[in-house]
């Protein structure tokens, strides 16, 4: 094998490259970025006012591992027939294996086309170079990119409003009461929340609701999700379902042809599911790379997400259900974690929120008894006094 | 020159566990291993600023509590992405249940 070329320098395909080369491929590896900037790590985007960029590595760690970056180019074409890409700039790249990690692109609703949205380094530039004093901002989406940029912001002396269609903050991953914790902190810090409120239209200086109720501002930012980036793939003929879809080994339907990341749906615990995480990208990325090189198991990796908001950070691990009953342990007057426990009695999330890296600990603990397919002892889990590495030690 | 500071007491530590320790505006973390030897490093993360002692230990291993990255503490070294800088190490001495570091 002697050509290996990545579709997508982010998180996913930048850590790919580098595990091939760890794993001893000595071909060829072409790592194809649409930024012109060096590949940088997204979550700082929404959290720090100037934007920080922080590269996922400084410009000699390519050089010195062979791996060659095209940037601010982006693949035309992916041409199954002859095994090769497209790119632009009239150039044609043969493959043997082909890894797509094109990643996900915000979304953007009927009617909200005139907001801003933060993805991309050139989109956090944009909206946190203009945030000032006293600038009305509104933030439609109540998640973790919108209330990031909301904490960012208020810490500016911006007004901020978040408008969030669902009945609490972060719905689609957080339970409720960390949400709780989260909203209260917002208010105090005099951040306005709308909840259960949707959006009609977004004009320049006003954001009209389901209601009629008008929100007037200087400026509109929407983070109300992504959506995987597939429309290569689609165009190539791969099969496609919320993401490209991948087997245990993150294989297409094509099995020269890999894909990973925030773009692809894999299997997971008997389901399919698509993750948009820093942590994911990376994990499945190296997988994705062993694959490739034909040596990967099957994937098994635990999900892990967290927001950093004021000085607060949350942290989920699993897959949090709706519907599983939560049980909450204390780690102090202001840090707590919520388990879940399926109906046999094995973890399968844990959700955390803290000031600093308050819950880290426990969130870690509660990933790696994941992972083990642990069953805590009734009532243990909920015991500040029993210590959670000495019972999963015990168990192993 | 060696410049050994008086860190803590042996019992400050839990085995396989860690404690921060600040010294004239620098932040080291300490550590107690399985088999009850003691390690120091920097106390704060290469990858981001993250103080490691709000990190769990296992074995060999400190994980970074903000981003998951991964040390051996007895030599410093980067276990893979996200981090790619070692963690710089300090030798360690016992006396008379105090465990002293070169801080030098």
Known sequence: MDNIVIIGAGECGVRAAFALREEGFSGRITLVGEEPHLPYERPPLSKNCPVAVKLIAEESRYQDAGIELLLGRHVERIDRGDRSVHISGGERRPYDKLLIATGARARCFAGMEAALTLRNLDDARLILDALRPGLRLAIIGGGFIGLELAATARKLGVEVTVIEAADHLMARIVPGEIAAVVLKRHQAEGVKIIVGAGVTTVREKAVRLFDDRVVETDLVVAGVGAEPETRLAATAGLAIANGIMVNERFATSDPDIFAAGDCCCFPFGGERVRLESWRAAQDQGEHAARAMLGKAASYARVPWFWSDQYDLTLQVTGLPRQGLPHIRRNLSDDAFVLFQLDQSGRIVSASGIGQGNAVAKEIKLAEMMIEREFRPPAGELGDPAVNLKAILKASS | ?104
Request: hydrophobic share 35%; net charge negative.
């Open chain 2, 1 to 104: 020159m060696p410049q050994w500071v008086d860190a803590c007491a042996v019992g400050d530590i839990d085995e396989e566990d860690l404690i921060r320790f600040d010294h004239e505006g620098r932040t080291f973390a300490i550590y107690r291993s399985p088999d009850d030897e003691f390690f120091a490093t920097d106390g704060v993360c290469t990858h981001e600023h993250a103080f490691l002692s709000d990190g769990l230990v296992m074995d060999y291993i400190i994980e970074c509590p903000k981003h998951n990255g991964r040390f051996d503490y007895r030599t410093g070294e980067a276990k893979g992405a996200p981090v790619c800088v070692n963690l710089k190490t300090y030798p360690v001495k016992v006396e008379d249940g105090r465990v002293f570091i070169d801080v030098a």
